[in-house]
């Protein structure tokens, strides 16, 4: 991975590499929660409750903390294969920035080689890097567009999120609204309505409505 430009795959991932998380912190501040929603810290149920949602954060919000270079390295390879490729179907879990609640669903993702392609189960690791953190739907689609033509140089790339979100849903706003389509279309799936069609037509195929 010599020949990448380090500093702009880590611009477009957006990375805290040297931050920690204080878990020390989010127990005192669960506690508080807990208290001030009037129940008590100390019954049997919730006594550790604080220290296991410390850990659940630790878990959810480990995409900061997750290098793209290392993630990666050597799994991209040059192979004289200009089809497009397309992984669809990849579930991932989220969390809104706004209320901190989460938004689950699916990604698809597809790019037209240039003379590069990646393992394929690393594109699944790319949306759950950007997936674990505090997120928009529509920054983290665009990020896993970004962060991929940066890598593969190819022809373009498309992205497609699917996603309900829980803050939505779970508030009372209207329900159908809870769910939230988002793309980005970079290169010829821009330029090419031809391409970005084929792309479409793939992940529309035999795909079912997202439901809890
Ligand atoms: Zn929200």
């Not at 795959?9 to 931050?19: H, R, V, Y």
């Not at 127990?27 to 009037?38: D, F, N, T, Y």
């Not at 593969?152 to 706003?173: D, I, K, Q, T």
């Amino acid at each position: 991975m010599d020949n990448y430009n380090k500093d702009k795959i880590n611009e477009i991932a957006d990375l805290n590499l040297e931050s920690k998380i204080d878990e020390g912190k989010i127990i005192e501040s669960v506690e508080k929660i807990l208290a001030a929603v009037g129940e008590n810290p100390n019954r049997q149920g919730l006594r550790n409750t604080p220290a296991r949602v410390a850990r659940a954060y630790s878990e959810m919000l480990d995409g900061y903390r997750t290098d793209p270079i290392k993630l990666l390295n050597g799994a991209i390879f040059d192979v004289a294969y200009d089809e497009m490729v397309i992984v669809r179907d990849i579930e991932f879990y989220s969390l809104c920035e706004h209320h901190m609640l989460p938004f689950i669903g699916r990604a698809h993702v597809a790019y037209l080689p240039k003379g590069k392609v990646i393992g394929l189960s690393k594109i699944p690791r790319i949306v759950d890097m950007f997936a674990r953190r505090l997120q928009v739907q529509e920054r983290m689609t665009r990020k896993i567009a970004d962060l991929i033509q940066e890598l593969l140089n190819p022809y373009g790339v498309a992205v497609v999120v699917e996603a309900l979100h829980l803050c939505s849903m779970m508030r009372g706003v209207k329900k159908h609204d809870a769910r939230m389509t988002t793309s980005a279309m970079l290169g010829a799936f821009r330029s090419s309505m031809a391409t970005r069609q084929e792309f479409l037509d793939n992940i529309s195929r035999g795909s079912t409505p997202l439901r809890f």
